[in-house]
């Protein structure tokens, strides 16, 4: 079973010291304090590839648009069971939308005999949850977006779970060749291995620039693109909580006492 | 501008609130709306939706009776070559976010996904969305085209009573062949725990923030001393912190209790939407700007690690 799976480097949002500026030109933010990470729901996408390759064989080729500071990613992929990459860069590629980096994937990805591609349902950059979906119908597959559980029912099937609102599970078969876009909690990613990441540095990342996709320019970055995001804004702000001052010993005893008046202690 | 579809939404055969949000945005912008619907056995729905509307265009097949990307997809693809609306409005959701990019590629349409408002300049709508976790606004505009995709947030606007009376067409299957790719089986309902937290009168609510699965008695014993259940977001949930059914937000329990305790939770809109019927929230965050605090009622902007321990002490202090 040959997977292919797209994974995002991403500023580790979750952390919460990362503040999110934005930058001068207004369409772009500041990343100078960011660190970056894997996107997380891509992680738990790598985890499911190399999970289907233990059990059923095949190749798991790991592929990303990004600077060559991806390669950090790209190769924690590898060091995990990942057999090869791809990593794609471009200026060109810069403001590309959802669908111009689509194109851009599935120039990377329409040469190889791929059963299933695996993406995360979303970054948590730009959150469009759009990427998988779009690609498939690039590539001429169908896909299923949002999955948390995947079984192989023969070489041509696989029954696979969306996660709908309210954690309802929509079960269902789909034909491979596929495009899955893998939700968190679908598995428990693992860590690389020492053995792992000493192999990963031996394991080829090929790089593709624009030349090598053979999409013009035209067909990328804005111009490619079918929406343009014009700016960035600061939501307005609802109104806010009634921030408790002090210390935490302060803080703690205005809130137990608002609580006390309450009832609810 | 042609005329707005809104595809509706069913699920598990009840027409979904979302369906009735899009068409009360729809019918504010301006041109013409037509609801679409696919299903089997839908006449009670497309009556429904007659109110909301100024036109209903149904398809009623069992093929459709459950949604499938592969025959939605087909199906409203036809319609829209037929019909050519100026703007197809979807509900953002596990259906909608499925379907909108493969229906829009198809169509060669431009598109945009999770939109929290949208207005029309001219012909052309501008759609605003949310980009890193709700901490800041994106803008989006389109390249000149005859038809539009917009995925709309769910509960992005509240649906009202429109009063109309729609014009009701039920029209032929646009299908004809069977589609073999996809093929729905069924829903299987998320498990349910030994505590039912949508019950709860008290939550401590814990998220990202406490960065560890060793931190988590501290925060057990928080709950404890205020006789309050644990809760988390979904990161704590797929950390394996907790167990599924303790999980608020849209993917999980939406919860009403009379205070709801976030703990280094930052509010993105997946986690408030489960949360903010809460009657009395307190957001303890080290984050300033997180959206917590704006759906929260008293706020504590600090280090949860000193807070929560204080926190204990002084709330056992008062139970004496």
């Keep these: 079973m040959n997977i292919v799976v797209c994974v995002k480097q991403v500023p580790d949002t979750s952390d919460p010291d990362t503040e999110v500026h934005i930058d001068s030109t207004g369409r772009g933010v500041d990343q100078s304090k960011f660190s970056f990470v894997i996107n997380e729901a891509d992680n738990y996408g790598v985890e499911e590839a190399i999970l289907l390759k233990e059990k059923h064989g095949g190749e798991v080729v790991i592929v990303s648009i990004g600077p060559e500071a991806a390669n950090q990613v790209i190769r924690m992929a590898l060091a995990k069971g990942g057999d090869r990459a791809i990593r794609l860069e471009d200026e060109a590629f810069a403001f590309s939308d959802v669908y111009a980096t689509a194109k851009i994937l599935q120039s990377a990805i329409k040469d190889i005999e791929f059963d299933v591609v695996m993406t995360g349902c979303m970054a948590s950059d730009d959150g469009y949850a759009a990427t998988g979906q779009t690609l498939a119908q690039l590539l001429g597959v169908p896909h299923a977006a949002y999955v948390k559980s995947v079984e192989v029912i023969d070489e041509k099937t696989l029954k696979v779970g969306r996660e709908l609102e309210g954690g309802l599970l929509e079960m269902s078969e789909i034909k491979m060749p596929c495009v899955l876009t893998i939700q968190t909690g679908i598995n428990e990613p693992r860590y690389a291995s020492f053995k792992g990441i000493r192999e990963a540095s031996k394991k080829e990342i090929k790089i593709m620039d624009l030349a090598a996709t053979g999409l013009s320019s035209d067909e990328v970055g804005e111009n490619g693109s079918l929406s343009v995001l014009k700016g960035y804004s600061m939501p307005e702000v609802g109104e806010l909580a009634e921030i408790l001052e002090g210390d935490a010993s302060e803080t703690s005893t205005k809130l137990a006492t608002i609580l006390k008046e309450k009832g609810l202690v | ?320």
């Design chain 2, 1 to 320: 501008m042609n005329e707005i579809f809104v595809l509706a939404e069913h699920r598990q055969g009840e027409l979904r609130e979302v369906s009735l949000e899009l068409l009360t945005l729809a019918s504010k912008l301006g041109p013409k709306v037509t609801a679409v619907l696919l299903g089997s056995g839908v006449d009670e729905f497309a009556n429904k939706l007659a109110s909301y509307a100024d036109r209903v265009l149904y398809v009623d097949d069992s093929m459709y009776a459950n949604y499938v990307c592969s025959a939605y997809q087909a199906a409203l693809s036809e319609l829209i070559k037929k019909e050519k609306p100026g703007l197809v409005l979807i509900g953002n959701t596990g259906q909608g976010s499925d379907l909108i990019p493969s229906l829009a590629v198809e169509l060669g349409c431009p598109f945009t996904t999770d939109v929290i408002s949208l207005t029309l300049e001219g012909d052309k709508p501008v759609a605003v969305r949310q980009f890193y976790g709700g901490k800041i606004n994106g803008t989006i505009e389109f390249k000149d085209a005859e038809t539009y995709l917009i995925g709309v947030r769910e509960a992005a606007v509240p649906a009202e009573e429109l009063g109309k009376s729609g014009e009701i067409q039920k029209i032929e299957n646009p299908i004809t062949t069977e589609i073999t790719v996809q093929k729905f089986l069924e829903y299987v309902e998320a498990a349910v725990g030994e505590v039912d937290i949508t019950q709860s009168a008290m939550l401590v609510a814990v998220g990202r923030g406490i960065r560890e699965d060793k931190n988590m008695p501290m925060m057990e014993e928080l709950a404890q001393v205020l006789g309050a259940d644990l809760a988390g977001s979904r990161a704590v949930v797929d950390a394996g912190w907790l167990p599924p059914d303790r999980q608020v937000g849209i993917s999980g329990k939406t919860v009403k209790p009379k205070l709801y305790l976030a703990v280094g939770i930052s509010g993105a809109f997946q986690h408030v939407t489960g949360m903010k019927g809460s009657e009395l929230v307190v957001a303890i965050n080290k984050d300033p700007d997180a959206p917590i605090f704006q759906y929260a009622d008293y706020g504590i902007v600090d280090d949860l690690f000193k807070v929560v321990p204080a926190l204990i002490e002084k709330i056992k202090e008062l139970k004496g």
